[in-house]
């Protein structure tokens, strides 16, 4: 369908033509609720009214009194319309699967979270329930999780958005008769957007809405559809925005797969919608396989030199050359384990209560991801490196960093309570439990009765690190720690420098000459390659150091970190003029702290540029 076409049929809409479900409670676990005091009525010796028999029933529930709800029952498969009275109507499969499930305590949705979601996926517009199902709305049939889950998706994977407004929702999700329409909704959405005049066009509909009924502009008559949906773990509703968590992106897409394999004329019947049966899955031979072997065997790699050699571009080609997924930090002196793993921190309920709960921090997110994901490359980068104390930081998790011919920690380590538990809410659903069990098995070694309390690298989980070594003397390394590292020297390269020129004044000088004059004289008096600059110490977009830049960063590196102490004697001193004269730090700006381009011309004569 052309956009054009989707346009129009838009503003062919007559009123309630869109999706619809009556107006009563949408909270699943009060449906389920309304559904057993349905069945407490079969169930009752005296003669009482329902209405009646309803509201006190839900007083005891704590639900909405108002009998009506159970119409709700019949749109998500709790209850079989079987005649006009509510007490008529019939148990379905589907609300004994969740009984049983939660042993009728509805309120622990918990316990039956995977029915719950399986009903609502399976509600389906427009049934055989809605009064207007062969007439107003007989075009619909679209089961409204799945599309509305396909377009926050397709937004999220193109705008990086994954949220739409209500408005939004109600002008184009809801006026969706089939799944067919995903690309011209999208497209609509994302030119409204843009596009005034599309907006201008479309505002009718708000007002012909809010013309007919007493309704704000925003409601679209009865389509209530998003109450429901947001029910589901994946979908949310904030600020007026339905959007999709980030959380289950990688999920969805599966089902949505899945979904769009199977979908059959049988997804819209009653007798489906009322079944205990769930989304039908891809045959084992078609799911992809993990094939681990195919991956670059891990790496734990410390790339190393003076500053500003590039080591950080280094890494990042690498990462972009494997296609890692990466997860960065910079190690600082106040970093900490807590910072690096994981720790129990305050969090504010939505009630206002505050409680702890455990946050995972860089490690362990990347750990959790490359295990969600076997077949896929990860990648822990950690920036200046030894600027961090890396004994506390890591802990035992040094013990990790060998690896064994597959690619698997060749020594495992106990987790405590709180990660442990956090492994096991993350990667119940995953391969972790049984690759622990199994690597135990193989080197004859006993497992935890829970193997969520074991920790161990996986072979698509590499570890890179920068370090700078005129920095080594902040956190010395030990050789334990240093032995379990990969090392890869990045030295100056002057041929990358001669792109580079430095503009004093009207004067140009060469970066890479001016490198390979100080380098040589920071080499021989400080007997050390550690303190040299490297060729991207400074790097300006237009290739041109200019006064600001070299004064600001280039000499007040040279004067604070190395020569100013030294022996003004010496003659592999710096800081001076052609007449020998000394220069003082200060003597290289001007009253108003603007670079002093003369005493600067002075300083790269004496030292022969």
Same mark, same amino acid.
């Given at each position: ?95 004994? &699967? ?9 309120? %622990?949705?918990?316990?039956?979270? $995977? ?102 502009? $925003? ?101 972009? &050359? ?20 994981? &720790? ?20 362990? %997110? ?36 060998? %690896? ?88 100056? $390269?002057?041929?990358? &420098? ?32 550690? *303190? ?11 290739? !041109? !150091? ?6 600001? *960063? ?37 009253? $108003? ?17």
């Amino acid at each position: 369908m052309t956009l054009t076409e989707r346009i129009n049929q838009i503003k062919s809409l007559q009123k309630d033509e869109c999706w619809y479900i009556t107006k009563q409670s949408l909270s699943f676990k009060d449906l389920c609720f309304a559904a057993k005091i349905v069945e407490d009525f079969k169930l009752q010796q005296n003669v009482v009214n329902f209405e009646t028999f309803f509201a006190e029933k839900a007083a005891i529930y704590g639900i909405t009194p108002t009998h009506r709800m159970a119409n709700n029952c019949y749109y998500i498969g709790l209850l079989n319309k079987n005649g006009a009275q509510y007490k008529d109507a019939t148990l379905t499969e589907a609300y004994f &699967a969740i009984k049983a499930s939660c042993k009728g305590d509805f309120s %622990r949705t918990e316990l039956y979270k $995977d029915l719950l979601i399986s009903q609502i996926e399976k509600v389906f517009i427009s049934n055989a329930i809605d009064e207007e199902n062969a007439g107003l709305r007989k075009s619909y049939k679209i089961n409204p999780a799945f599309y509305l889950a396909k377009i926050l998706l397709g937004l999220g994977d193109i705008t990086g958005d994954y949220s739409i407004t209500q408005n939004e929702f109600y002008r184009f999700v809801g006026t969706s008769y089939n799944y067919s329409f995903y690309l011209s909704t999208i497209e609509l959405i994302i030119e409204q957007r843009k596009n005034k005049q599309l907006n201008d066009d479309l505002a009718y509909i708000d007002n012909y809405y809010n013309d007919l009924q007493d309704v704000t502009v $925003d409601n679209f008559a009865s389509n209530r559809i998003h109450l429901l949906l947001t029910n589901l773990p994946y979908f949310e509703m904030v600020n007026g925005k339905i959007s999709f968590v980030k959380y289950f992106i990688k999920e969805m897409k599966h089902k949505l797969a899945d979904y769009e394999c199977n979908l059959n004329d049988n997804y819209f019947t009653i007798e489906y919608l009322n079944s205990n049966k769930g989304l039908p899955i891809l045959s084992e031979t078609k799911k992809p396989k993990l094939n681990i072997s195919k991956l670059t065997p891990p790496q734990t790699l410390i790339f190393f030199g003076c500053p500003g050699t590039g080591k950080s571009h280094r890494v990042t080609e690498k990462v972009k &050359a494997a296609g890692f997924t990466d997860y960065k930090v910079t190690f600082h002196p106040e970093y900490d384990y807590g910072n690096f793993v994981g &720790a129990y921190k305050p969090y504010t309920e939505p009630d206002k209560r505050i409680t702890y709960q455990f946050v995972p921090q860089a490690f362990i %997110r990347a750990y959790v991801a490359a295990w969600k994901n076997l077949d896929k490359p990860y990648c822990l980068t950690i920036e200046e490196i030894n600027r961090g104390n890396c004994a506390a930081i890591f802990g035992d998790i040094f013990q990790l960093l060998d %690896r064994d011919k597959t690619g698997f920690s060749q020594y495992t380590i106990q987790a405590d309570t709180d990660i442990a538990n956090y492994l096991k809410q993350e990667l119940a659903d995953t391969e972790y439990a049984s690759h622990l069990q199994a690597l135990c098995a193989e080197r004859e070694i006993t497992a935890l009765a829970n193997p969520y309390e074991m920790l161990c690298l996986p072979p698509n989980l590499s570890l890179f690190a920068t370090m700078n070594t005129s920095d080594q003397s902040l956190f010395p390394m030990d050789s334990a720690f240093k032995r379990r590292w990969q090392w890869q020297y990045v030295p100056i $390269d002057y041929a990358d &420098a001669e792109q580079f020129m430095l503009k004093i004044g009207e004067k140009t000088y060469h970066w890479a000459a001016f490198l390979q004059t100080i380098n040589d004289k920071i080499y021989k008096i400080t007997e050390s390659e550690d *303190k040299q600059m490297g060729n991207r110490f400074v790097n300006p977009n237009d290739k !041109i !150091i200019d006064e600001n830049i070299f004064v600001n *960063k280039v000499l007040f590196y040279l004067w604070f970190d190395i020569f100013k102490n030294e022996d003004t004697k010496n003659p592999n001193y710096i800081f001076k003029t052609p007449d020998n004269q000394l220069l003082k730090y200060v003597d290289l700006f001007l009253a $108003d702290g603007k670079p002093n381009g003369e005493k600067i011309e002075q300083f790269l004569e004496y030292n022969k540029l």
